[in-house]
């Protein structure tokens, strides 16, 4: 009795895990380098020109932030998803090869093709 309860509850728990969903739209994600860029030439600008500095340093790091990563190449996507009940809901990756229109699951930050 014991074991078939603690089986139920696993398998109750890691249904609610996995979600059909639909991929609506695909983007290429550059947020990580861009905010590591901000963040760095936000410091780096409040120490070389003080409030000022720092408006300036944020926005030039950020862009130059983006582009490192592009260069570097440690690229994530974004994908758009839809679920069954129509929710919309955004996932960042770096699972590739998912095309608008496709059925996935989703299980945390994973991706899978649906079978």
């Known amino acids: 009795m014991n074991k078939s309860i603690v089986i139920a509850s ?14 609506m739209t695909v983007e290429r994600d550059r947020v990580l380098g861009g905010g590591f ?17 720092a408006l300036v340093g944020a926005g030039v790091g950020y862009f130059a932030g ?3 990563q592009e260069v570097a190449g440690p690229d994530h996507s974004l994908y758009v998803l839809r679920d069954e009940e129509g929710n919309i809901s955004h996932l960042r ?17 994973q991706l899978a093709a649906r079978p």
């Not at 696993?10 to 991929?23: P, R």
Request: proline content about 2%.
């Open 10 to 23: 696993v398998l109750l728990l890691t249904c609610t895990l996995v979600n059909a969903d639909e991929v």
């Open 37 to 53: 860029g901000g963040l760095s030439g936000f410091m780096l600008g409040a120490a070389a020109g003080g409030p000022l500095g």
């Open 66 to 68: 983006q582009g490192v």
């Open 93 to 109: 990756t770096s699972a590739k090869g998912f095309e608008v229109g496709q059925q996935v699951e989703r299980g945390g930050s």
